[in-house]
């Protein structure tokens, strides 16, 4: 005598396990790819806020070039111009705007610490840059937002 074997009991409107399963997977799916393409669109696009954080350039501040002793007693003839915000003093034409000696006083306390062929060469002369940019910037708050070399002559 064979014996049958019954079958499960489906309930009715009842899905077997797999699919469920993947029913379950593809809607986890849909929620993380949509939140993740809503928060790319709120990083790039936003709100406004990464449009206000990036200051608008203004005026440029031209200073008059600056000889000084580099470290080991050559010298350097650098001329320097700042690129104003639009929200600093000079750019809106107020009375005691943005000055150069913030700016003159760091390129020769940079410059000052190094030799002549440390800023002959290309790397040692990008460090020196970089690091006047940064200082000025810091040293003006937010009002100069970058630092150009318009002159620059070893001795």
Known sequence: MA????????EAGAEPAPRRRRTLLIAVLLVVL???GGAAYLLTKGSGHAAAATPTPGAVLDL???TLNLADGRFLKVGL???????????KGSEGGVNGA???DAAIGIFGQRN????????GRAAAI???????????????LQVYLTEFVMQ
Do not use: H, I, M
């Open 34 to 36: 949509l939140g993740g």
């Open 102 to 104: 913030k700016a003159r």
């Open 64 to 66: 008059e070039p600056l």
């Open 116 to 123: 002549y062929q440390q800023l002959l060469s290309p790397k």
């Open 81 to 91: 111009s700042l690129q104003l915000s639009a929200d600093a003093p000079a750019a």
């Open 3 to 10: 014996t049958a074997t019954a079958a499960p009991a489906v």
């Open 130 to 144: 970089s690091a006047l940019d940064t200082e000025v910037r810091k040293r003006y708050d937010g009002e100069v």
